[in-house]
């Protein structure tokens, strides 16, 4: 059972109770203190800023503009954090996470201003610098409160001045093991104040699903929250143990308390997947599907964008490879060879020609080290990697993505297909220029079957976890991994 937070810091909650520091903070109240937090800036900020403008051109100030404007971007703002959740205590202490998203909601609440001031026909009597220096400086100013607030609730739940509701901890002993106190405090706002260890039955034919020591330990349990003000009861048990479950539960009936499940190990790894409605029900995504349509949308403006100011700024250096190519060896400037796209349909891949062959067929053999098929100018552009650019076309033409797996031969695609398992997941998204695994150290020659399976599970998690922040992250990452390691 998992109730870890990611990058975070905490004590147990034994260690925080013995410092002496007694909670000052409700844990409730950290939403609603983070929203206040956020309107309060972005009307500050809003009114700040058009004062500014206006003492420096000399005009009167007016706050109704700046006020009406900081209020339509803060709802916007606030409304599209709290449809994603992040003013959750548990989401808000994962920084980088929360400034990602801060950036992207300010960017839609601003897009929200604009259109509402277009429609209006307002635009006339707006100060565009005013309202503009607003969108930008908001750009700095959220992302730093949300990491300084951020880093701050990290430090009051490291110190146990933040108080959850009181919580007594039930269930079997390797189950509780895994339960840390102050990560239940981060997740759920629990703060637990006692625990019960159950035994198990004894395993003697015709037991009892509860043994003896069991009924003495949920006895107690009863006990306890009765004389105390429990608010909650908290149960870390296997799932799969169903008839022992329903024993605890009919116990704990006599007592007006909410009682939860923790999810216990097994259910934690299926529990991280997204879940989704299916029906009346809730069903969990174990695998996922093609990206969505907005996010195949963002994808495309995305490849489009960088495509062509790759073609535009790099006309000349073609050229010059072009001509290197012809001086050097005989044969076509660009190579061609088939490949396998998203959803497997075949299509034809471009690259510098690098060396004396055009393989592309049933049987081909990757490039080695001082592989004598490699012409004089292929072994500098497969080293730079120049050789791929005329791939920015087949990213024009709608085949391949500037960040995505790297496609392999037809005849490899065959091959790999057979050894390792999950290896057709990667037609999930179209094929890429880059990829997680080629800035992760994955370049080159795959001789053992082992770097390959390598290279797919880092595919395989680029799929499960795509965004766009994460093709800008491998996009700038790729320009550093081609000068820091050659391939051949």
Same mark, same amino acid.
């Given at each position: 059972?998992? =109730?870890?937070? @990611?990058?975070? %810091? /905490?004590?147990r909650a034994s260690e925080v109770h013995r410092s002496g520091v007694l909670p000052t903070l409700d844990y409730a109240s950290m939403p609603p203190l983070f929203v206040i937090s956020d309107i309060a800036l972005i009307l500050g900020l809003s009114v700040l800023v058009d004062f500014l403008f206006s003492a420096q051109a000399? !005009?009167?100030?007016?706050?109704t503009q700046p006020l009406g404007i900081g209020i339509l971007a803060a709802v916007a703002f606030v409304l599209t954090n709290i449809s994603r959740g992040l003013y959750k205590p548990w989401r808000m202490v994962r920084v980088v996470e929360e400034v990602r998203a801060t950036m992207a909601n300010w960017t839609f609440a601003i897009l929200v201003v604009a259109t509402v001031i *277009?429609?209006?026909?307002? !635009?006339?009597?707006?100060?565009?610098?005013?309202?503009?220096?607003? #969108? /930008? =400086?908001?750009?700095?100013? +959220?992302?730093? #409160?949300? &990491?300084?607030?951020?880093? &701050?609730l990290r430090h009051a739940i490291a110190r146990g001045a933040v108080k959850g509701r009181a919580t007594i901890l039930l269930g079997d002993a390797g189950e509780l093991?895994?339960?840390?106190p102050a990560h239940m405090l981060v997740r759920l706002g629990l703060n637990e104040v006692r625990r019960f260890s159950l035994a198990g039955p004894d395993g003697s034919a015709g037991a009892e699903m509860l043994s003896a020591s069991d009924k003495d330990s949920l006895k107690a349990a009863v006990q306890f929250a009765r004389q105390h003000r429990v608010e909650e009861i908290v149960l870390a048990m296997q799932w799969s143990d169903i008839e022992r479950l329903d024993a605890v539960r009919a116990r704990l009936r006599s007592v007006p308390l909410p009682v939860k499940l923790l999810p216990d190990e097994v259910v934690s790894e299926l529990l991280d997947a997204p879940r989704v409605d299916f029906g009346s029900s809730i069903a969990i995504e174990v695998q996922r599907a093609p990206l969505s349509r907005f996010e195949l949308v963002q994808k495309?403006? +995305? @490849?489009?964008?960088?495509?062509?100011?790759?073609?535009?700024?790099?006309?000349? =250096? *073609? !050229? $010059?490879?072009?001509?290197?190519?012809? =001086? @050097?060896?005989?044969?076509?400037?660009?190579?061609?060879? %088939? %490949?396998?796209?998203?959803?497997g349909r075949e299509f034809t891949i471009y690259k510098f020609r690098s060396m004396t062959v055009m393989e592309d067929g049933t049987k081909v053999v990757q490039a080695q080290r001082n592989d004598k098929r490699v012409t004089r100018v292929g072994r500098f552009l497969r080293a730079s990697s120049l050789d791929e650019l005329p791939q920015v076309l087949n990213v024009l033409f709608g085949q391949m993505s500037?960040?995505?797996? %790297?496609?392999?031969? $037809? #005849?490899h695609d065959d091959e790999y297909s057979q050894l390792i398992s999950g290896y057709a997941f990667r037609h999930h998204v179209k094929p890429g220029i880059t990829g997680w695994a080629q800035v992760m150290g994955f370049r080159g020659e795959t001789a053992e079957l082992e770097q390959m399976e390598r290279r797919i599970e880092m595919d395989l998690w680029y799929i499960n976890n795509w965004s766009v922040w994460i093709d800008i992250k491998i996009i700038t990452k790729t320009f550093i991994e081609v000068l820091r390691k050659e391939a051949y």
């Amino acid at each position: 059972m998992s =109730l870890s937070t @990611d990058n975070m %810091r /905490v004590e147990r909650a034994s260690e925080v109770h013995r410092s002496g520091v007694l909670p000052t903070l409700d844990y409730a109240s950290m939403p609603p203190l983070f929203v206040i937090s956020d309107i309060a800036l972005i009307l500050g900020l809003s009114v700040l800023v058009d004062f500014l403008f206006s003492a420096q051109a000399g !005009a009167g100030f007016e706050v109704t503009q700046p006020l009406g404007i900081g209020i339509l971007a803060a709802v916007a703002f606030v409304l599209t954090n709290i449809s994603r959740g992040l003013y959750k205590p548990w989401r808000m202490v994962r920084v980088v996470e929360e400034v990602r998203a801060t950036m992207a909601n300010w960017t839609f609440a601003i897009l929200v201003v604009a259109t509402v001031i *277009f429609c209006l026909k307002v !635009a006339g009597s707006t100060s565009r610098i005013s309202t503009g220096s607003f #969108a /930008v =400086l908001g750009f700095i100013a +959220l992302p730093s #409160a949300r &990491w300084a607030m951020g880093a &701050w609730l990290r430090h009051a739940i490291a110190r146990g001045a933040v108080k959850g509701r009181a919580t007594i901890l039930l269930g079997d002993a390797g189950e509780l093991s895994k339960v840390v106190p102050a990560h239940m405090l981060v997740r759920l706002g629990l703060n637990e104040v006692r625990r019960f260890s159950l035994a198990g039955p004894d395993g003697s034919a015709g037991a009892e699903m509860l043994s003896a020591s069991d009924k003495d330990s949920l006895k107690a349990a009863v006990q306890f929250a009765r004389q105390h003000r429990v608010e909650e009861i908290v149960l870390a048990m296997q799932w799969s143990d169903i008839e022992r479950l329903d024993a605890v539960r009919a116990r704990l009936r006599s007592v007006p308390l909410p009682v939860k499940l923790l999810p216990d190990e097994v259910v934690s790894e299926l529990l991280d997947a997204p879940r989704v409605d299916f029906g009346s029900s809730i069903a969990i995504e174990v695998q996922r599907a093609p990206l969505s349509r907005f996010e195949l949308v963002q994808k495309r403006l +995305l @490849d489009i964008a960088v495509a062509s100011c790759a073609v535009l700024l790099l006309l000349p =250096l *073609f !050229a $010059i490879i072009a001509t290197a190519i012809k =001086l @050097d060896s005989r044969g076509p400037v660009i190579f061609r060879q %088939r %490949r396998n796209g998203f959803g497997g349909r075949e299509f034809t891949i471009y690259k510098f020609r690098s060396m004396t062959v055009m393989e592309d067929g049933t049987k081909v053999v990757q490039a080695q080290r001082n592989d004598k098929r490699v012409t004089r100018v292929g072994r500098f552009l497969r080293a730079s990697s120049l050789d791929e650019l005329p791939q920015v076309l087949n990213v024009l033409f709608g085949q391949m993505s500037i960040v995505g797996p %790297r496609p392999h031969a $037809i #005849a490899h695609d065959d091959e790999y297909s057979q050894l390792i398992s999950g290896y057709a997941f990667r037609h999930h998204v179209k094929p890429g220029i880059t990829g997680w695994a080629q800035v992760m150290g994955f370049r080159g020659e795959t001789a053992e079957l082992e770097q390959m399976e390598r290279r797919i599970e880092m595919d395989l998690w680029y799929i499960n976890n795509w965004s766009v922040w994460i093709d800008i992250k491998i996009i700038t990452k790729t320009f550093i991994e081609v000068l820091r390691k050659e391939a051949y």
